[in-house]
C-alpha cells in the first residue's frame, strides 16, 4: 500500500495507511518508530513474555495510529511487562496483560517518560487480571492504569483481581497533567480487602492537587466485589462527572474525599445484603449527588447509603473540607440499614472536626427502609434545608420537620446494574 510522498517535483502521491504485522519485540519497536498517521501495528497472537512497549507517535484526530492485537484477547503481555503510551492520538486495543509483575512499577501509563505525556490517546478493548495464586498483599505497591496528560479514554477494559497495595486506575494531575479524561463502559471486577489504604479501584487526583479542576468523566461502568477499602472510587480534584456507573456487591464507597464542584448523577448501588456494602460520601464544597438508586446495603458510619462528613477548622489539604452548598436531589434509597448520617467525625488528622453541613439542600429524594433509622445525625442540623422528601422507615431519627413527608410508603422505581455483556471488552468470556 503507497504513502503519500512529495516527488522531487513536490507533486503528492497518495497516501494510505498500512498494517504492519510484528511478531517479536524488536520488530515492534521498529515498527512504532516507522509509524505514520493512520497506521496499524499488528501484534502476533501468542504470549509476550517480560515486554516493556514504548508507543510512542504522533497520529491526527482522523487518522490515529492502532497498536492492536490480531485477534483481540489473544496477544497476551506476561511477566515483567508494561505499556507506555505517549504523544498524540494513539490507540491501543485488544492486548491482555495476564498476571503483571509489580517489579517494573506500574503496567499500563499514559506517559513515556515525564516530559513526554499522552493526550487524546485511548485504550480500549484491553485487560489486565491477576490470578490469586500468583500475586500476594506483600507483593511492591504498584498501580495498574496511571492516565497523565490530557483528554485521554479508557473503555470497554476489564481489571480485576488486583492483590497488592496501589489503586487499579489512577489520574494524576499537576504540572502538564491536566485531566479531561473520560473512564467509560468498563469492568471492575473483584477485588479483595487491602487492610490498609491504597486500595481504590479509582482516584481521580491526590490531596496535593486536589484544588485542579479536572473535569474527568467516570461513566456506565461495572465494580463488583470492589472490596479493597472503603473509598472504591475516591475524588480528589475538582469538577469531575460519576455518571450512571453499577455498584454490586462493593464494601466501599464512592467518597468525595478531597475537592469541590463534582456531580454524582445517576449510578447505582446494590449491596444485596452484603456485609459492609456502602453508597456515596460527602465532603468539601459545591458539591451535586442527583438521581442516584441506593438498595440493600448493609454499611454503617463511612459506608452507609449517603454520608456527610464534619469539616475541620482550618483543614490542611489531607484533612475533611466543611460539606457546604451540597444538594442532594432525587435520590432513591430502599431497604438500606444506615441510609443517611450526617456529622460523622473523621480521624486520623489533627485536631477535632466539628463543622457541620452549611447551606446544603435535600430535595425530592426518597427512601424506603422500614427496618431502619432513616437519619441519624450527629451535629447542628441548622444549615440543612429539605424540601419534598418523601421518607418511610421504622423511625425518622430527628424531629418532623418541613420538607419532608414521613411515613407514607413513597413510590419507588427500582432498578438493575448494568449487565455484564453491555460494558468490558467483547472478547472477555470467562
Known sequence: ???????????????????????????????????????????????????????????????????????????????????????????VEGLWFQDPNPSVGDTLEFRIDSKTLASNCRLTGCAVTLNSDVGSKEDKESRWVGLYGESNRVDHCLFQGKLTKGTTLVVWLGDKNVGRHVIEENYFGPREKLGKNGGETIRVGDSKTSMQRADCIVRRNLFVK????????????????YQDNSFVEVSGTLTLRHGNGCTVDGNAFFGNGAKGTGGIRVIGEDHVVKNNYLESLTGDEVRCGITFMMGLPDSPANGYFQVKR??????????????????????????????????TTFEANRVYCPKAQVVEVRCDLSGITWKDNQLFGKELGIPETAGIEWGHEPTVQKRQPIARDQIGPTWWTE
Open 1 to 91: 500500500m503507497m504513502r503519500f510522498i512529495s516527488l522531487l517535483l513536490g507533486l503528492p502521491l497518495i497516501l494510505q495507511a498500512v498494517d504492519v504485522v510484528v511478531t517479536n519485540p524488536a520488530g515492534l519497536e521498529a515498527a512504532i518508530k516507522a509509524a505514520q498517521p493512520g497506521d496499524r501495528i499488528v501484534l502476533r497472537e501468542g504470549e509476550w513474555p517480560d515486554t516493556v512497549v514504548k508507543f510512542k507517535g504522533k497520529g491526527t484526530v482522523d487518522a490515529p495510529i492502532t497498536l492492536r492485537a490480531k485477534v483481540p484477547g489473544k496477544t497476551i503481555f506476561t511477566g515483567a511487562s508494561a505499556l507506555r503510551i505517549g504523544g498524540e492520538y494513539l490507540i
Open 226 to 241: 470492589c472490596n479493597g477499602e472503603a473509598e472504591c472510587i475516591s475524588n480528589k480534584s475538582c469538577s469531575n462527572l
Open 326 to 359: 451540597a444538594r442532594i436531589e432525587n435520590n432513591t434509597l430502599v431497604d438500606c440499614e444506615h441510609p443517611i448520617l450526617i456529622g460523622l467525625e473523621g480521624d486520623k488528622v489533627p485536631g477535632v472536626p466539628n463543622l457541620p453541613p452549611l447551606d
